[in-house]
């Protein structure tokens, strides 16, 4: 056990830092900080810088492109790029859907949409949840029939996280209704202009629109947009979960969250002395931070042990739990902190409306991004799910 | 003792519940928040022909209820249903003062005001007072026959729509005495008064609200100069029971909702409230609502008795729906799932109420270390 940092590693940080010093927009920063929301240009900017200095696909393999880090510089990078209010990198395309072509693609499929992603030609959506299946995500419904050299696909996904960006979904579909629930269902690549999608937004209850509905009716797909074999998508679903949880817990987000709380509570004054001086408020954030700091530990012993060749499994489980837990009692506190400044709203679907949000001491809107992370501990497999999935390991059939 | 509502409260309760049933379902609730003054002017003067602003208000006042039980009976149903219209404001926060304070001629309004046809505002946080009654920077000076204001007032609730502002400011003392405080009726019109509103997260509007010099006769103080204190803290007290029993009802239509999904809502072909994991957890949140009612009652009861005893089960109450109101909504949201997450469906607006209760006269930390330091009093 060393739990310093090596030579290679503290130049490694450095050099991200510097990176982030030159190269990160202001205004983009500016906006993550302020909780704002950053648009597809906004997105689409960043995207570019990170890909022109290679540090786009940092979980890609050498053989495709990426920059193969281990997780260590993982690690560094999630922490710098926190502290700097960079913008997060939207995974569908780079983190989701790139793993399951370079295991289950043909290299065809590989040669043509990763560039694609890279380059951003591609903004890529995920169509898993339906209204009916959610938890239970076996259940889908959303069904494609084959029809010569394509399949016709006919349903409805939800909860389709900025597909009002994106020109490309990837969908479970049940492509056989006759057999075991995970065993009819089917990868596919669907083009978002082809006829007959219709995308709806969804407002959520801190008043923005982030999430749609996703409606197929008599979608004509390619046969050759399949990923790997007919019915057997359920075990690239199950792939694509485990990859999507390796970042799950949040660590930099809980990092740049806590240092917000600190900035928020040194500010805010509760009677005639900062609130961060409230032994009781102290206390509080103590707490969160004993918590981070052994679960950032957690994070990089089960993401060092999967670099080495092990999957994390019932690990990712635990961190999805504890990392989200740990990012909402950090949205929480920054709640609080706000004290009476946490009540005013600007809706995040008006552009631009948050300048006119009173905000001495600073804190954003913190109310609507603790009303906003309430989703963290829902999505991509609840954490009853998760919890569950952990149960069910450890405790066998007794679960 | 005897745990029953009274004949008359027990009707108020049904009248209202049958009412907001029939008028004030989420879709109606929904185009409220999104209109551009985020009220009703309609539902507010037919709730005030029913008599629910005069339920507000003593018989002396001209109102016939007023009481700790009352304000619990009114605002547990305006919670249920979810209502945004500013009863709390106009009536029991600055109606109340006026009420509480007023002279002849100043308490005239309080006739408006039951009748439904003003709307008022309390001007009363600043913007480094967070839940500090007592700490107030805006000054009142007497000048000329007159009286002058500066100063700048937070996240004041219904400030633009209101027609006359209560506004607390120092005459004399330091910044944190409880002493040299006053209020002062301020109307609208005023000359220097600048109100900049905006949209609150949980509903109906609020403002930072500037006074740069605004010129008052002498007859705009409200009671004693320099007084005003005791009288501030004793509407705060009736606020905090409104706004506890207004949780409360909000408590109960979120758990409601969350019962009625676990029942209908069903993954890998069964309720998902067959799930034990899920099943207990509602169990418990069934449990911490009636803590959650007990508390209620208790600050109701209370209200009218000496300040100490008063104060003591306001923090309390206070105290324990924060940290209850925090669990309902939370395990609310979470045992819905995705659908607890859209603002089109109910628990969305409900659950937004209850959390930001707590930002209101002092949160769960706040009340706690008071009911501390009360007790050592």
């Known amino acids: 056990m060393d739990l310093s940092y090596t030579e290679e590693e503290r130049a490694f940080r450095a050099d991200v830092r510097m990176f982030l010093q030159d190269k990160l927009p202001n205004d983009l920063s500016d906006k993550v900080r302020n909780g704002q929301e950053l648009g597809k240009e906004g997105h689409d900017r960043w995207h570019a810088i990170l890909n022109a ?26 922490e710098e790029a926190a502290a700097a209010y960079a913008p997060r990198i939207v995974p569908f395309g780079l983190s989701m859907l790139a793993p399951v072509l370079q295991k289950f693609g043909s290299k065809e499929q590989n040669d043509y949409w990763l560039p694609r992603i890279l380059s951003g030609e591609d903004w890529w959506c995920q169509g898993y949840s339906e209204p009916g299946a959610g938890s239970d995500l076996a259940s889908l419904k959303t069904a494609a029939v084959r029809d010569g050299d394509h399949y016709i696909v006919n349903g409805q996904k939800t909860w389709t996280t900025l597909g009002q960006h994106a020109n490309m979904i990837f969908c479970l579909v049940r492509t056989d209704k006759s057999v075991k629930q995970q065993e009819g269902i089917s990868f596919l690549l669907i083009d ?128 999805k739990v504890k990392g989200t837990i740990i990012r909402q009692e950090i949205n929480d506190l920054a709640r609080r902190a706000a004290g009476i400044y946490a009540m005013p709203f600007a809706s995040e679907a008006v552009e631009g409306s948050n300048m006119a949000l009173p905000n001495p001491h600073a804190a954003g809107p913190v109310a609507a991004q603790y009303f906003n992370n309430r989703k963290l501990s829902i999505f991509g497999g609840s954490n009853e799910i998760q919890r569950q999935i952990i149960a069910k390991t450890t405790l066998g059939g007794a679960a | 003792m005897n745990f029953d509502l009274t004949e008359e409260r027990q009707m108020l309760q049904d009248t209202l519940r049958r009412f907001l049933r029939d008028r004030y379902d989420t879709e109606t609730r929904n185009a409220i928040l999104e209109s551009e003054g985020g009220m009703s002017a309609e539902i507010w003067a037919e709730l005030a022909e029913l008599g629910i602003i005069g339920a507000l208000f003593t018989e002396e006042q001209g109102g016939f209820g007023g009481k700790g039980f009352d304000l619990a009976v009114v605002f547990e149903e305006l919670g249920r249903a979810g209502v945004v219209e500013p009863f709390l404001d106009t009536a029991v926060l600055a109606g109340g003062l006026i009420a509480d304070l007023g002279n002849a001629a100043q308490q005239a309004h309080v006739e408006e ?27 009142a000076k007497v000048q000329d026959g007159g009286i002058i204001l500066r100063g700048r007032k937070a996240v004041v609730v219904n400030a633009e729509a209101a027609d006359m502002l209560v506004v607390s400011a120092r005459e004399s003392g330091d910044v944190a005495d409880e002493a040299g405080i006053s209020l002062f009726l301020v109307p609208a019109t005023s000359g220097g008064l ?22 008052l006769p002498e007859e705009a103080r409200l009671g004693t100069a320099g007084e005003a204190f005791a009288s501030i803290e004793a509407r705060i007290a009736a606020a905090n029971t409104a706004l506890c029993a207004e949780t409360l009802g909000a408590m109960e239509t979120a758990t409601r909702l969350t019962q ?20 207990h957890r509602m169990a418990d949140l069934l449990i911490e609502l009636e803590q959650a009612r007990s508390a209620v009652i208790l600050a109701a009861g209370h209200l009218e008795d ?14 324990l729906i924060g940290r209850v109101g925090r669990l309902v909504a939370e395990e609310s949201i979470q045992m819905h799932g995705g659908i607890a997450m859209t603002q089109e469906y109910e628990l969305a607006h409900i659950a937004k109420r209850i959390v930001m209760a707590d930002h209101r006269f002092g949160d769960t930390d706040h009340h706690l270390e008071r009911f501390i330091a009360l007790a050592a009093a």
């Open chain 2, 260 to 279: 009625e999904y676990l029942g209908t809502r069903k993954q890998f072909g069964r309720p998902i409230g067959s799930f034990q994991a899920l099943a």
């Open chain 2, 113 to 139: 005001i039951i009748s439904g046809t003003l709307q008022l505002a309390f001007a009363h946080g600043e913007p480094n007072s967070r839940y500090d009654l007592n700490r107030v920077t805006t000054t």
């Open chain 1, 53 to 78: 200095q290679g540090w786009l696909a940092t979980n890609w393999p050498a053989e495709f492109g990426g920059a193969a880090w281990n997780a260590v510089q993982r690690h560094i990078f999630e």
């Open chain 2, 306 to 319: 000496d300040t100490l005893a008063c104060e003591r089960h306001i923090s309390a109450a206070k105290n």
């Open chain 2, 194 to 215: 600048t109100v900049q509103g905006y949209a609150l997260l949980a509903g109906g509007r609020a403002a930072e609200v500037t006074l740069d010099n605004v010129r």
């Open chain 1, 192 to 319: 978002m202009d082809t006829p007959g999608i219709e995308v709806r937004p969804i407002v959520l209850l801190d008043g923005g629109a982030e999430v749609n509905e996703v409606w197929f009716t008599d979608v004509k797909v390619p046969a050759e947009n399949l990923v790997g074999e007919e019915n057997k998508g359920w075990t690239y679903a199950k792939y694509l979960l485990t990859h999507e949880r390796t970042n799950i817990a949040g660590v930099g987000f809980s990092q740049a969250g806590l240092t917000a709380v600190k900035r928020i509570a040194k500010a805010e004054m509760a009677g005639g002395r900062p609130l961060i001086e409230n032994p009781h408020f102290a206390a509080r954030v103590a707490q969160v931070e004993i918590d981070l700091m052994a679960m950032s530990t957690t994070n990089l012993r089960i993401v060092s042990k999967a670099a080495a060749g092990q999957a994390p499994g019932v690990e990712s489980s635990m961190l």
